[in-house]
């Protein structure tokens, strides 16, 4: 009897669970580890939602930023720009000091006889040589002839150095008057070639011409002309 007993007994300890019979530390390990799953499934099903909308809202973000900085960029460029066009127009204003335009070179030619009455030198010739076209300005050379004393030819051409408006002497020939001249007190006669400068509408429009702006990066260039047969 006691014999069928133990048999019993046993018998019901080796039928318990595969999970009883393991050791405590399998056991834990077990449980942690469903734990870990549990809490993995939990946390796709209540956040994987929000998650997605975190992902695009950054996204949003970022291309927000992109076109933030894009828009830096072009700002920079228009207060570069403008910084460019204020400086130009200086320079237009102070070359418009130096150089008159074309209606003003007149008064220009005027200053320049009452200069020769001022020193009493007598106006023989002045005449208008054909003028010479630059980038930025048109040189307006003018033959001039005179007679007077050698000090009054000094003074003027003094005088023109100080002048406001930029103008140059060249081709100066001086030479003895004649007795008649010289019995009035008009010792010399002289001859030059005052250049006055002025700005024409040519120029004014270089001046004032925008460069082309220069093709963003990567923009393939223009095809070439086909050649003519």
Known sequence: MAATMTTLVKGTEEGGSFFSRMAWYYQMGLLLLLSGLLILAADYLLYSEK???????????????????????????????EQTLKEKRDEIDRLRDLLPDQVEISRVYDNIKDFLREQKLELKRFVHMKSVSNDFYTAQPIQIEVTGSYDSLGQFFSRLGFFSRIVSVTDVEVKQAEDSGQ??????????????????PENLEKLTMKKPAAPPPGTPAAPAAPAKK
């Open 51 to 81: 998650r997605a909308q975190t992902v695009k809202i950054e996204e949003k973000v970022q291309q927000l930023k992109a076109k933030n900085a894009q828009g830096s960029i072009i700002r920079q460029n228009l207060a570069a720009t």
């Open 183 to 200: 019995e009035v007190g008009r010792s010399i006669n002289g001859s030059f070639v005052v250049t006055a400068y002025y700005i024409a």
